[in-house]
């Protein structure tokens, strides 16, 4: 089955810096990749995704990369702000066969004001 | 995207009982799927809960702990049997909408179990 890998586990950043936080992903079949944002005590939500034939997206300060070669995707924060301190979960997804999602351990990211 | 409504929200029980949790989408949607939270981790998918048949669950999750019902394309049920205090976790459900590429979750139940 699809293991997905995330790192850091915790990052700090200063206000107005940008954050990367990364994952790999095992199953060369999964083609859907999603971001996830939790604040404490609400349930995930969606913030970002890319499927497997594009290479980069972008929605204002954020962007995921995807090199599908390495298996690995990235998430990019620029100009951070307080509000997106939160854990921050990758996924993967295979779909047209065994659909569902398969998630990171979490990136608890925090915003130093 | 599908609006989610979980229920209940929380709930503190005792050990030996058992906790039904349902949810309900304001569209039809052919999978459901139930996610445990435990404190401080990511989402593990207990099972995938399709209308008509049963529930297919992941590695480490039985039938026996956690019964799924899914009667329509709308509503599903997980219960959690037998509790231990190992079940206290959060549970969510999640469902993908057909032509949005994406998946919404339920806002969760909190369970404590003493």
């Known amino acids: 089955g699809e293991n997905v890998e995330q790192h850091p586990s915790t990052l700090s950043v200063q206000e107005g810096d940008s954050a990367v936080i990364k994952c790999t992903y095992s199953?060369?079949?999964?083609?859907?990749f999603p971001w996830y944002k939790q604040e404490l005590g609400k349930r995930p939500q969606l913030i970002i995704d890319?499927?497997?034939?594009?290479g980069e997206k972008k929605d204002q300060r954020i962007a995921v990369t995807l090199n599908k070669t390495a298996k690995h995707f990235s998430l990019h924060i620029t100009e951070t702000q307080p509000e997106d301190s939160a854990v921050y979960f990758c996924?993967?997804?295979?779909?047209?066969?065994?659909?569902?999602?398969?998630f990171g351990t979490g990136t608890r990211l925090t915003i130093i004001p | 995207s599908a609006v989610i409504s979980q229920k209940p929200s929380r709930d503190i029980c005792q050990r030996g009982t058992s906790l039904t949790i349902q949810c309900q989408v304001d569209?039809?949607?052919?999978?459901m799927f139930w996610y445990r939270q435990q404190p401080g981790q990511s989402l593990t998918l207990i099972a995938t809960?399709?209308?008509?048949?049963?529930?297919?669950?992941e590695s480490g999750f039985v039938i026996d702990k956690f019964p799924i019902s899914r009667p329509n394309l709308t509503f599903s049920t997980l219960t959690v049997s037998n509790m231990s205090p190992e079940d206290s976790s959060i549970y969510l459900c999640?469902?993908?909408?057909?032509?949005?590429?994406?998946?919404?979750f339920g806002s969760g139940t909190r369970l404590t179990v003493v």
């Open positions: 999640s469902v993908e909408v057909p032509g949005y590429y994406g998946y919404t």
């Open positions: 199953d060369s079949a999964s083609n859907y």
């Open positions: 890319i499927r497997s034939n594009v």
């Open positions: 996924a993967a997804h295979f779909r047209g066969g065994n659909e569902k999602l398969t």
């Open positions: 569209s039809q949607v052919t999978m």
């Open positions: 809960a399709n209308q008509g048949s049963e529930a297919t669950y």
